[in-house]
């Protein structure tokens, strides 16, 4: 299977690598740092009435992805980023220094998008781009496996649906 993963990130590095997609891919990593934009996206549906359930669904569900990637299955896996793996790979960003199975920048930024298109189909739209970008990123900048990818959006769109529906319930919203 990593022969696999490896001939799909090559692939992605030899066809797609330019100046200028270099910049553009790490521009959205960097969005996805920590979840910056999107904590900060919640704290501004907090600060809104007409948009504060989106807000503690995002925060759900970001505390959620915190929990579930970084606490459990990271450190679980244990799994060694492809670059660690393969020799003679030269990184544009910084090294990060935890393990790669699933996608954290994923994880969060599906399940994001998934708690924005539930209650929002337009502003949803953009979201599922954006995170779709992010997501890619990882990949361009041979960060993540496919598998960690495709995983962290899988369980992103399971936990955003599980957010919505917990804070519906605690707040009964409908």
């Not at 030899?14 to 200028?20: D, L, R």
């Not at 090294?95 to 539930?118: E, N, Q, R, Y």
């Not at 960690?148 to 529906?165: E, N, P, S, T």
Request: a positive charge; charged letters at 15%; one cysteine or more.
């Amino acid at each position: 299977m990593l022969e696999f993963e490896f001939k799909i990130l090559d692939f992605i590095r030899e066809y797609m690598s330019t100046p200028i997609m270099d910049k553009i891919m790490c521009f959205f990593t960097f969005l996805g740092n920590a979840g910056w934009i999107w904590i900060a996206l919640a704290c501004v549906c907090l600060c809104s009435n007409k948009y504060r359930y989106t807000g503690i669904m995002l925060s759900v569900g970001l505390l959620m992805s915190l929990v579930v990637a970084n606490l459990i299955l990271k450190p679980a896996f244990a799994r060694l980023r492809p670059f660690q793996i393969k020799e003679g790979i030269e990184l544009i960003i910084a090294a990060p220094s935890d393990f790669s199975f699933p996608s954290g920048h994923t994880m969060a930024s599906v399940i994001c998008a998934t708690i924005i298109f539930l209650q929002h189909k337009k502003m949803g739209i953009y979201a599922i781009v954006l995170a779709a970008i992010i997501s890619f990123s990882r990949l361009y900048l041979y960060i993540h496996f496919p598998t960690d990818v495709f995983f962290g959006a899988i369980l992103g769109m399971l936990l955003g649906v599980l957010a919505v529906k917990i804070v519906r319930r605690y707040f009964r919203i409908i």
